[in-house]
């Protein structure tokens, strides 16, 4: 190891192996616990504005089976990184050392993602084979970085459900001249920051944190535990400087990166403008040129130096057809460029599950997508660059409802991508079933989805039939049934509708006894899971993220010998969440069953967590009322 080292790392040294003794773990940590973090220490040493030093420092004793994960160590590196030196060592249970990790102990992989074609990402992987439970593992390790618009950010407890922790903490330390942004996130504390040769040091950590529930509909930060977030002022990478203290010095440096790198081979050029000439509308020519882009390109990863933040050049695209979202969205901006029309290269945090932007953070590690942006009169258009079936204009749960940061000529400017609410994310099912006098069924089925409720469709519309109906089996509420025959069909529109059509087999989809039948008329929208209810005082906001609407009519044909004895009284629920309301009803001899559920989106304080929970348990009752029915009239 270097000769950095605090006064903890110093410490491991002096006091016997025996410290890490499973049995001197205190008892209420070891509950629910797999591992416990003996001891962390994580430094992040800045030494310029183009190099820092990251030193790790930790020790866990693994409890059981479901803790083996902790006994190894991947440390990753890429072309901006050096690691300087990896030590480690496995304890028993006692805290008696067992052996040292030797070069063999040690793996080298590549970190290459399934979808990248080049990537410069790999790790090394620390490997102690050990099952004699419970045992300890401590890992030491150093690494020269010089990816300077990445600072480190710090979350000791985001695997609650897990680990719990002795202490662990975290220290940043900056020269001379040179400063830090840093937010704190979920109750995490102050930090006790102190001079160090004209510049500072910050120290954060932790204490005795026990194993946690996480807590459901909680927003994505706080599911990540308290902890910190960390950024830049100034920086340099790979000769290229930049400011991170506003979002407009990060659009400023987006456009840095992209300088000259939007011009486009004659011909090219030329055949965008001939196949737009004779189209008056801005937006349809926009639409014409997305559609030739999609039929030109392909999404291939390249992560490669500063290529991991820097478009390759539109020339590249063009010869190549293939390239990544940073190379294919400026690709799409060159084409537009070439027919007069302006558009903005934007950075996205994508994902269904991903954090919001935290909007008073500055901060380039906060993004992992790029798309495209064009600003009209009437209405803004987005672009993903990325897909060669997305719709014209819709972004989906992968990049709607959240803050982008467009790259304009005048610097960086945060922005909303478009808002789907529960007028466009909706479903309709029309189900036409024939029950039989055994209680078995036959169903037709039609439904229609739009905005993000039918992007899983849509996807799997590019998959073959088999794996097609593998996802319906998975999709299709009801316990038990065949699918006979399926057909997925995509509408690309602003707001893209996906239509289901399905022949299914349902057994028992009533049940007998005696001289009754009895049916549960919701045959495929019952809802089942509702969110638990925990001893523990809520601690974090209940957030709905997406806002839908469903709407099920069931039409049953039923057998001539059957009568209706009882039905469900009609059912309406109103609350902050949204609402529900269902019915029965007879006409021209059928059965008709209609259900409407809409549900809101929005963040609530903690406090009426109970409030959801009781919601959900009406909804899961009123879906599972029966209709009973007299066999013999």
Known sequence: MKALLTFLTILSFQVADAQWDAAKI??????????????????????????????????????????????????????????????GALYDAKGEKVKRLKKDDIKDYSAISGFSLFEDHRYKLCEFKYANYPFTVEFKYEITTKNMMMYPSWFPHSDIEDLAIEQDFFKVTMPAGLDMRYKEMNGIGKPNITDVNGGKSYLWMVQNVKVGEKEPYSPKWAKRGPGVLTAPTQFEVQGYRGDMRTWKDLGDFDNILGENRDILPENVKQEVIELTKNITDPSLKIKKVYEYLQSKTRYISI?????????????????????????????????????????????????????????????????????????????????????????FGYMGDFTGNRQALLAT?????????????????WQTKRVDVNLAEDGNATAEAKETYSGILQDDYASAMEVGAEDQKKFLYKHINIPSFELNQHTITQEKLKIPKSRVKLSLMVRKCAAKSGTRMFLSPNLMSAVSYIPPISEKTRESEVELINAYTEIDTVVYTLPKNLSIEAQPSPMKIETKFGTYQSESQIKDGKLIYIRKFVRNKGKFPSIVYPELVDFYKKISKFDKSQVVLKIGV
């Not at 935290?358 to 992992?368: G, H, K, S, T």
């Open 26 to 87: 205190p008892a209420d940590l070891k509950e629910k616990a797999h591992a416990v973090m003996r001891m962390k220490e994580t430094i992040f040493n800045v030494k310029n504005m183009g190099e820092a030093t990251q030193t790790v420092h930790y020790v866990v004793t693994i409890l059981d089976e479901q803790g083996q994960d902790y006994a190894n160590a991947p440390v990753f590196y890429d072309k901006f990184d050096k690691i300087n030196d990896i030590e």
């Open 409 to 425: 000529p005048q610097g960086g400017k945060l922005v909303n991508t478009p808002r789907y609410m529960s007028a466009d994310n």
């Open 303 to 391: 992560q490669l130096g500063i290529g991991g933040w820097q478009p390759f050049e539109a020339k590249y695209v063009a010869e190549k057809g293939y390239g990544d979202c940073k190379a294919l969205s400026n690709y799409g901006k060159a084409l537009l460029k070439a027919i007069g029309i302006e558009s903005h290269y934007t950075s996205v945090r994508a994902g269904d599950d991903a954090p919001e932007i935290l909007a008073d953070f500055p901060a380039m590690n906060q993004f992992n997508h790029v798309i495209l942006c064009v600003p009209m009169k009437a209405d803004t258009i987005w672009l993903e660059c990325t897909s060669q079936n997305n719709p």
